[in-house]
């Protein structure tokens, strides 16, 4: 037991001396107070490698801080024998209550009670805004509440978005009850009611199937003169949506439109979100093909979202058809709508179709980038098509955006699955002359296909540039 406690007592030791060296270089570099070390621990600290900036050394001491606070049973004694700064500097305690609250928003509670006894520490509030969201993901309400009246005595004001994650927190936390007490608590503070509280004690109704309150409260934000904005609407939509029911969500929409509400988007468009948020695919994709033959398109932002559904789905074919469809009758597509798109149907082997929606994105005045035309040059490559990939692939290199390592790692690869070691060899020179080393990997796989085909010679010549980057 004694040989335990001597083991523990020398590893906070150590840490002690550790911290006090880190902050002793962080003193000397950014003009802070020089901090002394306790005698017996700087005997027996090994010497820390130099940081080589002043950068290095404060997010070093950040971090090293941030770990005794997060570990440290006794930490209010380890910080005083630490010799911190006095005063100590405000951001380097908000960097490490940012660090520690996460994890351990008691301990950085501890840390912040620590600080604020000090005379000369003057506590912000973004050192509180830091822990009251760790504090209620963790459902310490009790010392959220506590931190809360703390900063009203001190006349810190609270912070809407914060407060806004705390009714969140609560909602989901099936309290919807105390999370509707927050938000009439918060005047009590001082924290205006702003529009993104009033959304997130909807998502916390609505969360919990309350949509009697959630009307109760849009009636509400009419009252006080609270504009509403689109996560209010597509807040009850999507809650709406989850519970598939449409038309109910439909008939929402309409009924706050006679009542002065108006959504900033149309509400179809918010439909067709909420139905893919709430991964009712098929409902999505009947809604969006019927408003589409009516002549009523969607945005490009509610397309782009669809499409990435259907996408991930594995149903591609919908949503090609779909935007040709849009396209047909009007809607224009954005980078994001080809970004989504042409990598999906080149994935599936539908090959002159991703190229005429990369002509098209040209077509539209977008310069194609490495992950635009990579996506073509692989499906090419997994088609067999090699010298055709090698042509466009050499096309884009001086009409497009150059290639970066991915793509010319990726080539090298399909070029040694199909077997083109040669080109393979090439393509691996030609990326370190444009400034990407390549990594061992890449050279073994290059260099065992080159010896498989009897190219020793030129496969020595490989390995001696790998040697040659190491050395470098």
Same mark, same amino acid.
């Given at each position: 037991?004694?040989?335990?406690?001597?083991?523990?007592?020398?590893?906070?030791?150590?840490?002690?001396?550790?911290?006090?060296?880190?902050?002793?270089?962080?003193?000397?570099?950014?003009?802070?107070?020089?901090?002394?070390?306790?005698?017996?621990?700087?005997?027996?600290?090994?010497?820390?490698?130099?940081?080589?900036?002043?950068?290095?050394?404060?997010?070093?001491?950040? /971090?090293? +801080?941030?770990?005794?606070?997060?570990?440290?049973?006794?930490?209010?004694?380890?910080?005083? %024998? #630490?010799?911190?700064?006095?005063?100590?500097?405000?951001?380097?305690?908000?960097?490490?209550?940012?660090?520690?609250?996460?994890?351990?928003?008691?301990?950085?509670?501890?840390?912040?009670?620590?600080?604020?006894?000090?005379?000369?520490?003057?506590?912000?509030?973004? !050192?509180?805004?830091?822990?009251?969201?760790?504090?209620?993901?963790?459902?310490?309400?009790?010392?959220?509440?506590?931190?809360?009246?703390?900063?009203?005595?001190?006349?810190?004001? #609270?912070?809407?978005?914060?407060?806004?994650?705390?009714?969140?927190?609560?909602? !989901?936390?099936?309290? *919807?009850?105390?999370?509707?007490?927050?938000? /009439?608590?918060?005047?009590? =503070?001082?924290?205006?009611?702003?529009?993104?509280?009033?959304?997130?004690?909807?998502?916390?109704?609505? $969360?919990?199937? /309350?949509?009697?309150?959630?009307?109760?409260?849009?009636?509400?934000?009419?009252?006080?003169?609270?504009?509403?904005?689109?996560?209010?609407?597509?807040?009850?939509? @999507?809650?709406?949506?989850?519970?598939?029911? #449409?038309?109910?969500?439909?008939?929402?929409?309409?009924?706050?439109?006679?009542?002065?509400?108006?959504?900033?988007?149309?509400?179809?468009?918010?439909?067709?979100?909420?139905?893919?948020?709430?991964?009712?695919?098929?409902?999505?994709?009947?809604?969006?093909?019927?408003?589409?033959?009516?002549?009523?398109?969607?945005?490009?932002?509610?397309?782009?979202?669809? *499409?990435?559904?259907?996408? @991930?789905?594995?149903?591609?074919? =919908? *949503?090609?058809?779909?935007?040709?469809?849009?396209?047909?009758?009007?809607?224009?597509?954005?980078?994001?709508?080809?970004?989504?798109?042409?990598?999906?149907?080149?994935?599936?082997?539908?090959?002159?179709?991703?190229?005429?929606?990369?002509?098209?994105?040209?077509?539209?005045?977008?310069?194609?980038?490495?992950?635009?035309?990579?996506?073509?040059?692989?499906?090419?490559?997994?088609?067999?098509?090699?010298?055709? *990939?090698?042509?466009?692939?050499?096309?884009?290199?001086?009409?497009?955006?150059?290639?970066?390592?991915?793509?010319?790692?990726?080539?090298?690869?399909?070029?040694?699955?199909?077997?083109?070691?040669? @080109?393979?060899?090439?393509?691996?020179?030609?990326? /370190?002359?444009?400034?990407?080393?390549?990594?061992?990997?890449?050279?073994?796989?290059?260099?065992?296909? +080159? %010896?498989?085909?009897?190219?020793?010679?030129? $496969?020595?010549?490989?390995?001696?540039?790998?040697?040659?980057?190491?050395?470098?």
């Amino acid at each position: 037991e004694s040989r335990c406690g001597r083991g523990a007592e020398g590893r906070r030791e150590m840490s002690s001396s550790v911290s006090a060296a880190v902050l002793r270089r962080l003193g000397d570099r950014l003009g802070l107070r020089r901090l002394a070390t306790l005698p017996d621990y700087a005997a027996g600290a090994e010497e820390l490698p130099q940081h080589p900036t002043s950068k290095d050394a404060y997010f070093a001491a950040v /971090n090293h +801080l941030s770990t005794i606070v997060r570990r440290d049973f006794y930490l209010e004694r380890t910080l005083n %024998r #630490l010799r911190l700064p006095s005063p100590f500097p405000p951001d380097l305690a908000l960097r490490v209550i940012r660090a520690a609250a996460p994890s351990e928003p008691l301990h950085a509670a501890r840390f912040l009670a620590w600080l604020r006894a000090k005379p000369n520490f003057s506590p912000s509030a973004d !050192h509180f805004d830091a822990l009251l969201l760790p504090l209620a993901r963790a459902r310490l309400f009790t010392h959220l509440w506590t931190q809360a009246s703390d900063m009203r005595a001190l006349g810190l004001p #609270l912070s809407p978005a914060t407060f806004s994650a705390v009714i969140s927190s609560y909602g !989901h936390s099936r309290l *919807a009850e105390q999370a509707v007490e927050v938000f /009439n608590r918060l005047p009590h =503070f001082g924290c205006p009611q702003t529009t993104e509280v009033y959304n997130a004690l909807l998502d916390a109704l609505c $969360a919990n199937g /309350n949509f009697a309150g959630a009307y109760k409260l849009l009636r509400r934000m009419a009252r006080k003169g609270v504009a509403p904005d689109r996560a209010t609407f597509s807040t009850l939509v @999507d809650a709406w949506c989850a519970s598939g029911k #449409l038309r109910e969500a439909q008939a929402f929409l309409d009924d706050m439109s006679s009542r002065g509400f108006r959504p900033p988007v149309r509400g179809r468009d918010l439909l067709v979100d909420g139905l893919v948020r709430a991964g009712r695919l098929e409902e999505a994709k009947a809604f969006a093909l019927r408003i589409t033959k009516e002549g009523v398109l969607p945005d490009v932002a509610t397309f782009n979202s669809l *499409a990435q559904a259907l996408c @991930d789905a594995g149903d591609v074919e =919908f *949503a090609v058809g779909l935007l040709a469809d849009a396209s047909s009758r009007g809607m224009c597509p954005d980078i994001s709508t080809y970004k989504v798109m042409l990598p999906a149907v080149a994935k599936a082997g539908r090959i002159e179709e991703a190229f005429r929606l990369f002509y098209a994105a040209i077509e539209d005045g977008h310069r194609p980038f490495p992950s635009l035309y990579a996506a073509i040059v692989k499906a090419l490559c997994k088609a067999g098509r090699f010298a055709d *990939a090698f042509a466009f692939f050499g096309d884009m290199k001086s009409k497009g955006h150059p290639p970066n390592r991915p793509v010319y790692v990726m080539l090298v690869k399909m070029c040694v699955r199909g077997g083109r070691f040669l @080109d393979a060899a090439n393509y691996l020179l030609e990326m /370190n002359e444009a400034g990407f080393a390549p990594r061992a990997p890449t050279f073994n796989v290059v260099v065992d296909g +080159l %010896r498989h085909l009897g190219k020793h010679d030129l $496969a020595r010549r490989m390995e001696q540039l790998e040697m040659s980057l190491k050395g470098n």
